[in-house]
């Protein structure tokens, strides 16, 4: 069965708008999507110049380094395929 309800974030629980039509302990999966965008990033402040990016500073590390210039050289390399005659 597949219904969809609408309902609002509470930490781990979520209020629902209506009734499930099912049973208590009924097993569920739950698959969550925002109807809104999403706000501005934990930390962020009106007014602020700060980027995501020096709000992240604090907490980067050597690994993430790592990722970025990994992710740069796997774009950089030439995947045009010659084509010969």
Same mark, same amino acid.
């Given at each position: $069965?597949?219904?969809?309800?609408?309902?609002?974030?509470?930490?781990?629980t979520i209020k629902l708008d209506s009734e499930t039509?099912?049973?208590?302990?009924?097993?569920?999966?739950?698959i969550l999507r925002s109807n809104e965008l999403p706000g501005p990033p934990p930390g962020w402040k009106p007014g602020s110049n700060e980027?995501?990016?020096? $709000? $992240?500073? =604090? =907490?980067?590390?050597?690994e993430d380094d790592r990722i970025l210039d990994e992710i740069h050289?796997?774009? =950089?390399?030439?995947?045009?395929r010659e084509i010969t005659e």
């Open positions: $069965m597949i219904k969809i309800v609408h309902g609002i974030v509470h930490g781990k039509g099912l049973e208590d302990g009924r097993k569920v999966e739950v980027t995501a990016a020096g $709000m $992240m500073a =604090s =907490s980067w590390t050597e050289l796997q774009r =950089s390399k030439n995947s045009r």
